[in-house]
């Protein structure tokens, strides 16, 4: 298998190909400058690799090769893999496939460069539009996971978390169709129900879990992050900030079928799976009232107030970045992590927002933010 080393205990493999990835040739892996990975919990995850090559290397013929291959009609696109290796220990870090190829020319004598960037697997699901695909009788999680088995040779495995106010359509009244393609209709049956979707990789290198259900932001937090704290600190830079005007409670309406007189509700944020991580919650500063919810049934307004009622609630924001080897392991996003050091206002649990990794031989760093919806902590003591 093909693999560069970073840097002592750490060793980065890079597989590519259509559907099923193979380990990269030996050209391209000597040829690999650098890596950066981004992965947040608001949008698609994306990689960009950047190669070095000569006017001999036959580097440039297989890229533009591979991207000619995605824009034919019924070839899949190039799917690219990316495990890194830390203590002997490998773990997946991006799976996607490739959208785009630049090539730089060199210039007196200095190597030209090939930068190649990408997706993760949810662009593969919106690439044909299945506008008109009927689905009777089958609840919204029911859907997601026959959209996604379409899918099983990527490895992806449907994780759908039922909802929690159903309402399933009757056959004879209406049956729910498909609009555009199946990334575009799952985000779509997600807002409606106050849900997230996204593709993340493993557990194991080849896997991918389609994770759509709430966002949750309990469960184990990785390894602290120490600021300012000696031989301890394992983090390069870390800020704050606490923006007090930020919280918003949401009023959703509901219709009286029988006078149709809309009934306000206001809707709090009490959400069992994204429970308060500081003591001085974040305060109600604005009022935002949901006028298109009157037309919807009960469970769905309800459920449209909740998903807006998370969204403003995270006044407290953190960023920084760290040293992968001294820190002793990688920093994922969509999880909890502990800081350490920072004084008691801002000390804690913390969800981890977004993180890019930048990878280069010798060097493995990522930078990173992280939300929380108040100030002080509410643990006494924060995990090691």
């Known amino acids: 298998m093909a693999s560069s080393l970073l840097a002592k205990g750490i060793q980065l493999t890079l597989m590519m190909g259509p559907i099923i990835p193979f380990a990269a040739p030996r050209v391209v892996m000597d040829a690999l400058d650098s890596v950066e990975v981004h992965t947040s919990d608001g949008a698609a995850s994306g990689f960009q690799l950047r190669f070095q090559f000569t006017s001999k290397s036959d580097l440039n013929t297989i890229f533009l090769i591979a991207a000619g291959n995605n824009t034919s009609l019924g070839v899949p696109p190039l799917r690219v893999l990316l495990i890194v290796t830390l203590n002997g220990t490998p773990q997946p870090l991006f799976d996607g496939v490739m959208t785009n190829v630049e090539v730089q020319a060199g210039n007196q004598g200095s190597p030209g460069t090939v930068t190649v960037t990408g997706e993760d697997l949810t662009k593969v699901m919106d690439m044909q539009d299945w506008s008109g695909l009927p689905f009777p009788a089958i609840p919204v999680e029911g859907r997601v996971a026959l959209l996604c088995a379409k899918y099983a040779a990527f490895g992806i495995i449907p994780l759908p978390i039922p909802i929690l106010f159903p309402d399933i359509e009757i056959p004879i009244d209406k049956i729910p169709a498909q609009k555009g393609t199946d990334l575009q209709y799952i985000r779509h049956l997600a807002n409606d129900v106050g849900y997230v979707f996204y593709i993340e990789p493993g557990p194991v290198p080849g896997t991918n879990i389609a994770y759509f259900g709430p966002e949750i932001k309990i469960g184990v937090p990785q390894p602290a992050l120490n600021i300012d704290m000696d031989a301890l600190t394992n983090v390069e830079s870390l800020s704050f900030s606490f923006d007090p005007t930020k919280g918003v409670l949401p009023i959703v309406f ?117 939300t929380r919806n108040g100030l002080i902590s509410i643990t006494p003591k924060v995990p090691v």
Not at 320 to 338: E, F, H, M, P, Q
Not at 350 to 358: A, F, H, L, P, T
């Open 254 to 370: 509901i219709q009286n079928q029988l006078t149709r007189v809309p009934i306000p509700i206001p809707i709090p944020n009490i959400n069992p799976l994204q429970p308060p991580l500081g003591v001085l919650s974040t305060p109600i500063a604005n009022i935002k009232i949901l006028k298109d919810t009157a037309k919807l049934n009960p469970m769905k307004a309800i459920s449209r107030g909740l998903a807006e009622a998370k969204k403003s609630q995270d006044s407290v924001t953190a960023n920084g970045s760290l040293n992968v080897l001294r820190y002793g392991r990688v920093l994922k996003a969509r999880g909890l992590v502990g800081v350490r050091g920072a004084g008691v206002a801002y000390d804690g649990l913390y969800y981890v927002q977004s993180v890019k990794s930048s990878l280069k031989r010798g060097e493995f760093k990522q930078s990173f933010t992280l």
